[in-house]
Structure formats: C-alpha cells, structure tokens
C-alpha cells in the first residue's frame, strides 16, 4: 500500500507523528508512506523506516509570494511529485492549508479528520473520507487513531514507538543538554536561571552542552557559556542534534520541539512548562517528565504576558527557580 501523507509543520508536529507511522507498519508491513513536510523538518520523516520519500515544500515562504512561487521549479516538482497514483492519500494536519494540499492529487481517495476533529473544521470538505477522532486527548493518541481509521487496523495505545531506534547511540561521558530556545516569550525559562541551572550541573562534573538555531539563541548560549563553562555546540542540523542527544545522559529544557525529539529517542528528560501545559501536546514516551509553574493564571496560553513583572519574568516561573529544577532532575529523571 502507498500512502501520501501530509503533515507539513510544526517541528513537535512533525516528530508526534512518528508513533503512527510505526503503528501501520507494524499492521501493515507492505506499507511505504511519501510524506509531505515543511522544508526545514525534511530530515525527521526519512528517519523512520515506513517513509519512502520525503517530499519537501516551503509553504512558509511562498505564502508571501504565492503568485511567484507557482511559477517556481520547486513548487511544480512538489506538485508533480505528489500527483503520483496513491492508495490513499492521509492529511494529518486537519488544517485548511493542508486540505488544500490534498487537492493537489484529484485521482486518488483522501482522508482526514471529520468537521467536529479537525482543528479547522472546513477542511473537512476536501476528503471523501472524514475520520472521526475525539478531542480532548494527547496530540500523539489522536494521530495514533486518526491512522488506525484511515488504514483500516485497531490501535494499541498501551506502548508508544517513535521508530528511531538507529538513531540512538552509547552515552558520553556525563552529559547534559540544555534547551533553552523556543518560540513564545512566555515560554522562555529567564537567562539567569539557565546560568544558575548550568553552574549547579557543572559542579557535580556534568558536561553542558547549548545548541542554538538562529543568531539571537547563539547569543544566549554564549552569554551562559562565559559564566559557567557550558559547551555552545557549533551550528547543527537536526539530524546532527540527534546524533548528540543520542549520546546525552539527559535534557532539561522549555516547550520546544527539540524535547520532543529527546523523547522520541527516549532520553531522560524534564521539560518546564510556564504559559503552556502538557497535557494535550506535551513531550510523550519513555523517561519523560513535567514541571509545571505555579501562578494564578498559568497557564494562559498566550504568547505575551501581561503580567507585572517579579523576580523574574515571565513571573510564572519564579515557582520554578533553578534549585527546584535541578533537584526534581536528580531525583526524578535520574533516579
């Protein structure tokens, strides 16, 4: 069986995914996914032994041009590629954008989440075949269930297998990986508490390491490094952030996608959670764990607080200062 699957962005999308992926192959052993991503997650689907071929697309950067970008040899490669005869072809997105994707292949049957399913419910119109799954579940179990209607097969949700078990490597010596970018403000764990974090780390003869992604994260992890001693890896890409983390003895880190591909390769991790929560869309898998602030409006889901600012800001995670952290790492995700 050929299935064309379209699960574009984000990168904690992406690597949730995964698990459903390892589901069909384990149910149905013939089959070879061609996985539609976002340009710059295009490494993460050829990790996984059910994907045949990535088919990359740049959606966030034609977007600001689409008139331009049809006109493009990379768009009309993208689209020829995804006209290919399939089986079936899954949206797992359940967004417009998404949906609109699937028409790009008219002959063959399309699935994806039902109108009362799908984060945007119109996308629904675009499938012959609307899947109903329940909200209100993990990010992971409803991709999991949303494959199972799709591929005609019953779900076990009792285990839970990424797939990447060649990616996982002997561990270092005593190594620790920070997290310290993301995305939102108020996700953001303050400076000097990384500071703290890494000094207390390092005094019990852990190695430090602080990857970055873009020129702002970089500088962070320089300012870190200059009053700890913490490693700033050099610019990497994701299948080389894997390589290191294959090696980590464990990760500490803020809600970003990079903790969901340390709990894909299952290292022991705590990932810290002030505006947002874990319940929906947490890390998920094998010695994985939470600390969640506490105030009076976390978490609110917002990108921008409004709060006064404390001791720290955002002032939720004055509940999670970095003697906290390190003492819930040592006890709860090394024990």
Not at 16 to 25: F, G, K, M, N, S
Not at 32 to 47: G, K
Not at 68 to 79: D, F, G, N, Q, W
């Amino acid at each position: 069986m050929r299935v064309l699957l379209i699960k574009t962005s984000s990168l904690g999308d992406v690597i949730h995914t995964l698990p459903a992926l390892t589901d069909a192959q384990t149910h149905r052993p013939d089959i070879q996914f061609d996985w539609v991503v976002e340009e710059a997650f295009a490494e993460i689907p050829a990790w996984h032994p059910a994907v045949n071929e990535v088919i990359p697309v740049a959606l966030r950067r034609w977007r600001h041009a689409w008139w331009r970008a049809a006109r493009s040899p990379e768009y009309k490669h993208a689209k020829a590629r995804m006209q290919r005869p399939y089986d079936r072809i899954l949206d797992a997105q359940g967004l417009l954008k998404s949906a609109l994707l699937t028409r790009w292949n008219t002959n063959s049957p399309r699935y994806g989440l039902d109108k009362h399913s799908a984060r945007e419910g119109l996308a629904a119109r675009f499938y012959h075949h609307p899947i109903s799954v329940p909200k209100g579940t993990h990010a992971i179990t409803r991709l999991r269930q949303l494959f199972a209607g799709a591929l005609d097969y019953k779900v076990d949700l009792s285990t839970c297998d990424y797939g990447l078990h060649n990616l996982r490597a002997p561990q270092a010596d005593p190594t620790l990986m920070f997290f310290h970018a993301t995305t939102w403000v108020t996700k953001h764990w303050p400076e000097t508490y990384w500071v703290a974090l890494a000094q207390l780390a390092i005094a019990e003869h852990y190695t430090v390491w602080l990857p970055w992604g873009n020129t702002e994260e970089q500088q962070r992890a320089h300012r870190i490094a200059a009053q700890t001693g913490a490693q700033v890896l050099p610019k990497l890409s994701l299948t080389e952030i894997a390589q290191h983390l294959g090696k980590a003895t464990g990760v500490i880190g803020v809600d970003t996608g990079l903790c969901h591909l340390a709990a894909a390769l299952e290292v022991p991790s705590l990932t810290l959670y002030g505006s947002t929560q874990p319940a929906l869309t947490g890390t998920q898998g094998v010695g994985q764990h939470h600390l969640q602030a506490h105030y009076a409006c976390a978490p609110c889901l917002k990108r921008h607080c409004h709060q006064p600012d404390g001791l720290v800001s955002p002032v939720c995670y004055e509940s999670l200062n970095p003697d906290k952290v390190w003492r819930t790492f040592k006890t709860v995700v090394l024990r």
